[in-house]
């Protein structure tokens, strides 16, 4: 097929099954999905020319990963977004079985996205090129070919770009599996984008005190947040370890210092991101107004996705809300972006609530997209439970400083859970979507995200426990 040909037929195929998608009861309202077929990983994140552009891994002829395109959203106000014609296909000899995941940036006018051509041979061995195209209005891609084949000491398992500019120099990082079969990310510098130099591991096992650490790194994103430099990463192959872990793949960051002259990354212990379900392959960009902003992938590449009640509506997974991050007392902070309050309508508010045991729905709150804010939370005398739509739950202990977030499990039908430790509970704010949940508790601090399928006409919430609280809560119109 030639690239129109490519760029055709998935336009053709999100057409024709536009009406049975948005039949879905489970359609979320104000997160990008696919419009069609499978979503994974946030691509390509940028504010170009004043716009907010967000590209996915799409794969748009099934519920499946297969050869993956880079679909396409852009926003002015990261609320409302229109869907672009596709940015990238699987159409050249270098990335013929998915053009995969990658990142953007701009340069002299133009937009640069740099993206991991995967191919598959004949005989079965796996190719990998780190490749580019460039735009000039942001829309339409001219594709360059690979900037850079696969280096001596990395296995074929060697992916996901992330490119920055700093002091008029740019850097690549690429996630990394060495022929030991150990993690690692991988520093890379260019004069001119076209041409890059290896600078040297910055990170995987055996470094910094790591032992083993997982058997690849994906999605690796280097960024200086509040005078340090965080790195991001989702290794595979983590054992669970208390209660972190628990997910098929993690995602979370390092924190740290990384001299640039001697590729040497000094950082301390990793810290997961989110504690729930359905997170992972985060990116974060810096916009005009010099704030980090995180999306994740809101899905997880494990056995059970193909059980999402979503699926016989040809469509799967979807990308989290965007979030802002900050480093507050060494640790990062995640928060909704302020431009989603333009979600809001129809305020609710309850003040010096007191509950005592039994399970109540307070008067008013209820429903099945809104936003949910708990503050003033005192007095938790024990157990204190949030049910959401009688599909999920939230339980805080104050006796073990343990909180946990609890669904059902959507091919077994048994009920499963996440647990993390906290010092203490002052505030919760719950975003809820159709069949999806984010909590964030004490400012960010931690972070819950989870893909839910409640009955869809439920829109219970009910409370118990002992506890005294004020809350807010707000219907959230359609992105």
């Not at 991991?116 to 891609?141: P, W």
């Not at 996901?160 to 690549?172: L, N």
């Not at 999306?295 to 059980?307: F, H, L, N, Q």
């Not at 509970?425 to 975003?431: I, P, T």
Request: net charge negative; proline share 5%; charged share 25%.
């Amino acid at each position: 097929m030639t690239e129109i040909d490519f760029f055709k037929k998935a336009s053709e195929e999100a057409e024709r099954n536009r009406h049975l998608v948005q039949q879905d009861p489970y359609r979320l309202k104000y997160h990008l999905m696919p419009p069609v077929g499978l979503l994974n990983d946030p691509n390509g994140l940028i504010q170009f020319n004043g716009v907010y552009h967000v590209f996915y891994q799409w794969n748009p002829f099934d519920t499946a990963h297969g050869a993956k395109y880079w679909g396409h959203y852009t926003s002015r106000d990261l609320v409302h977004w229109k869907e672009e014609p596709v940015a990238l296909a699987p159409d050249q000899w270098y990335d013929r079985n998915g053009c995969y995941s990658g990142s953007a940036i701009e340069y002299e006018g133009k937009l640069y996205l740099f993206y991991t051509g995967n191919v598959k041979t004949e005989d079965g061995r796996r190719e990998t090129y780190q490749c580019l195209a460039v735009s000039e209005d942001g829309i339409h891609f001219a594709k360059k070919g690979p900037v850079l084949e696969l280096p001596e000491r990395y296995t074929a398992h060697f992916r996901d770009p992330k490119v920055w500019e700093k002091d008029g120099h740019f850097y690549m990082v690429v996630g990394a599996q060495t022929p030991n079969q150990e993690g690692a990310a991988v520093l890379f510098a260019s004069k001119d984008l076209y041409h890059w130099e290896e600078q040297g591991k910055i990170a995987g096992a055996s470094m910094n005190g790591l032992e083993d650490f997982g058997y690849m790194w994906e999605c690796p994103d280097l960024f200086e947040l509040d005078g340090q430099e965080i790195l991001l990463v989702s290794p595979q192959g983590l054992e669970p370890s208390g209660f972190e872990y628990h997910n098929l793949f993690q995602s979370g960051y390092f924190a740290g210092k990384l001299d640039y002259e001697k590729a040497i990354f000094k950082h301390g212990s990793f810290v997961e991101l989110d504690r729930g379900f359905d997170f992972y392959a985060p990116q974060t960009f810096k916009d005009d107004s010099g704030r980090r902003i995180l999306y994740g992938w809101m899905g997880m590449t494990d056995e059970d996705e193909s059980s999402q009640p979503t699926v016989p509506y040809r469509w799967i997974h979807a990308l989290t809300m965007p979030r802002v991050l900050e480093m507050i007392n060494g640790r990062l902070i995640q928060k909704p972006v302020k431009e989603l309050k333009k979600l809001r309508k129809d305020k609710m508010e309850l003040q010096n609530m007191e509950i005592s045991g039994e399970s109540l729905q307070l008067d008013g709150l209820s429903g099945k997209t809104a936003e949910l804010m708990l503050e003033s939370l005192k007095n938790v005398r024990g157990m204190f439970k949030i049910d959401f739509r009688n599909e999920a739950s939230l339980t805080y202990n104050p006796d073990q400083k343990e909180i946990q977030l609890q669904r059902r499990n959507v091919k077994t039908g048994m009920q499963e859970s996440r647990t993390c430790k906290i010092s203490s509970l002052s505030e919760l704010h719950v975003f809820m979507d159709q069949s999806s949940l984010e909590i964030f508790i004490n400012g960010g601090e931690e972070v819950f995200t989870a893909r839910y399928f409640p009955d869809p006409e439920d829109e219970t919430i009910f409370f118990s426990g002992d506890a005294g609280f004020s809350v807010s809560m707000w219907n959230l119109e359609d992105k």
